[in-house]
Each structure stands twice: as C-alpha cells, then as structure tokens.
C-alpha cells in the first residue's frame, strides 16, 4: 500500500507583515495581537526549511535598535533578551563596503542556536515596510 504525504510549509504564528528572500533563505516578520515575531531560516541546519524564531512585544524598539545598528560604523554585536529563555544577538558587519545584519538567537532552555543569512540594511528596511503602516 502506497501512502501519499503532502508537507505544508506556513508560518502558524500570526499574519505576516514583510518578509525577504535572500537565496534560498528568507526572514518574516509576523504579527499576532500585540505580540511579534521573526522567523528565519537557520543558514546552519542540514533540513530543508529549518526555520527559527523569536517573539518579542515592543515592534518599536526592535526596529529602533537594528536600524540604529546600521548606522554605526565599526562591526558590532547588540545582544538582546527577548524572554526568559531567549537571547538574539544582532551582529553587524561591513562586507565589500556595504554594511550587513546576520541574526543569531540562543534558546537556554532547548540549548539550540540559530544563524540567519546577511541581510543588507536595504533588505531589512523593506522587511519593516509594511510594519510602518501599523505606526
């Protein structure tokens, strides 16, 4: 007997606000009630759309500290506490002159990591875009 079975990748956290395509990697941005998340694909996972994610309440002050991140003009890391268990860190870096953002997030609890691929600040500014609208 053959057993036929159909995988549905989707986001089941909330209503995506912006998300980008940088390869065969993304980055969302979604949104439930007055809760946030990102959900990107770890650039470390050997499974195929192995996606990780964060939540965080404040949309304003996730926004504030990655564009300001940007704007700083050495390499640097912003280590943010997203809950109990959660800690994302921002890495900036300037590649070929152009400065980029790779996202790393640590669970405590689970002992699991996850990478994102670099994303321009081009890329980000977009993935914020629509989020704008709810300002």
């Known amino acids: 007997m053959k057993v036929k079975v159909l995988i549905i990748s989707f986001s089941s956290f909330g209503q995506e606000i912006g998300s980008i395509k940088n390869g065969n990697h993304t980055i969302k941005l979604l949104k439930s009630d007055n809760l946030f998340s990102f959900v990107y694909t770890d650039i470390n996972s ?4 192995n996606e990780k994610l964060f939540h965080f309440p404040n949309i304003d002050t ?6 300001d991140g940007f704007n700083y003009s050495k390499n640097h890391q912003i280590i943010v506490q997203t809950s109990i268990d959660t800690i994302v860190k921002f890495e900036f870096k300037k590649i070929r002159g152009k400065k980029m953002l790779m996202i790393k997030q640590n669970n405590l609890v689970n002992k699991t990591f996850g990478t994102s691929s670099l994303f321009t600040q081009d890329e980000i500014e977009k993935l914020f875009e629509a989020y704008k609208g709810y300002l």
Do not use: E, L, Q
């Open 46 to 49: 050997n499974k195929p759309n």
């Open 62 to 67: 996730i926004y504030t500290i990655v564009m």
